[in-house]
């Protein structure tokens, strides 16, 4: 069992670039979270999702689109990337929405 | 809606030693603490957690410890060791009410030899 996998790993994303982070869970969890993560800003919601075929907003949701077509993926958008969105960003799933989440290995994203 | 601060952000202890991270939350409906460590380069992992039924919960070297009327929780890790050297975060939420974890900042933990 993986748990869950992002990718990639890393990546550099020129400026009005289009970018998908995926984000992929074998544990069956029916929800499954987005993060990004700022040095001294701790974890920040991006957009969460409760149940394959919803999604909803997290505490920082502009500039991200995310979907969710079935259980196990849950890919993040960036229609056109900004400097701004240089972050780590991590995906987590949880059994039931509020539950204990689990964390992926995180992709480092650097837009230029 | 939630909100967790955690002190300190930095922690330096001796090998053996024990150490101590703070967090207060501001809502009191919140039922489930858990605490995750982040070491470089990796994903938060859960390490223990509390649910607001019991004042403390221990985990080999590892305890958490909650004051619901304070609205405060801790973790102690007794006997540091060079491998506890990480960032750990705190995090509260209410439990199946469709709500999100809130994360505090992060405590970076350095444990020297």
């Known amino acids: 069992i993986a748990g869950i996998t992002q990718a990639p790993t890393s990546q550099i994303l020129a400026a009005g670039r289009r970018m998908t982070l995926r984000c992929t869970q074998d544990m069956r969890h029916n929800a499954m979270y987005w993060y990004r993560q700022d040095l001294g800003l701790g974890l920040r919601l991006i957009h969460y999702?409760?149940?394959?075929?919803?999604?909803g907003k997290g505490e920082v949701p502009d500039g991200y689109s995310v979907s969710r077509a079935n259980t196990d993926d849950f890919p993040l958008t960036l229609a056109s990337a900004v400097p701004s969105q240089t972050s780590v960003y991590f995906c987590?799933?949880?059994?039931?929405?509020?539950?204990?989440?689990?964390f992926g290995p995180g992709t480092r994203l650097t837009v230029l | 809606g939630e909100n967790v601060e955690q002190h300190p952000s930095t922690l330096s202890v001796q090998e053996g030693d024990s150490a101590v991270i703070k967090c207060t939350y501001s809502d009191s409906a919140s039922n489930y603490f858990p605490w995750y460590k982040q070491e470089l380069g990796k994903g938060p992992q859960l390490i223990i957690d509390?649910?607001?039924?019991?004042g403390e919960k221990k985990d080999q070297r590892i305890a958490v410890t909650l004051n619901k009327t304070a609205k405060h929780f801790s973790l102690h890790i007794t006997e540091t060791q060079p491998e506890d050297s990480a960032v750990y975060f705190c995090a509260a939420t209410l439990l199946d009410s469709w709500g999100k974890l809130q994360f505090g900042a992060g405590t970076q933990v350095v444990v020297t030899p």
């Open positions: 999702s409760n149940t394959a075929g919803t999604t």
């Open positions: 987590a799933s949880s059994y039931t929405a509020g539950d204990t989440q689990y």
């Open positions: 509390i649910r607001s039924n019991v």
